[in-house]
Nanobody, 124 residues
């Protein structure tokens, strides 16, 4: 089992910045990637950014260079630095870890774990 604990959400004015952090514990050796998703009221959960253990990153188009994801593999922590926040960035932000495990026959399977979410509100 894996536990993800998020921190860093809150209320910020438009144009402000926030830094979200997510720390994984438990079966962390199988982590392939860690990332952030968000879900606004009435909308589907969507990818914000993720980063593999090897350093490959993906960003949603709406990030537009405003957000940066980083990882500390040794600490099993992922950070999301967000700049120039706008009201449309208001959402619950969830941390997700994707794991790849192998069985005794060498077959691999993927598993996802989610954090409890942290609220980000951008408002004046």
């Amino acid at each position: 089992q894996v536990q993800l604990v998020e921190s860093g959400g809150g209320l910020v004015q438009p144009g402000g910045s926030l830094r979200l952090s997510c720390t994984a514990s438990g079966s962390t050796s199988s982590i392939y990637s860690m990332g952030w998703y968000r879900q606004a009221p009435g909308k589907k959960r969507e990818l914000v950014a993720d980063r593999t253990r090897g350093g490959s990153t993906r960003y949603a188009d709406f990030v537009k260079g405003r957000f940066t994801i980083s990882r500390d593999n040794a600490e099993n922590t992922a950070h999301l630095q967000m700049y120039n926040l706008a009201p449309e960035d208001t959402a619950v932000y969830y941390c997700k870890s994707h794991h790849i495990v192998s069985d005794s026959y060498g077959r691999t399977s993927g598993h996802d774990y989610w954090g409890q979410g942290t609220q980000v509100t951008v408002s004046s």
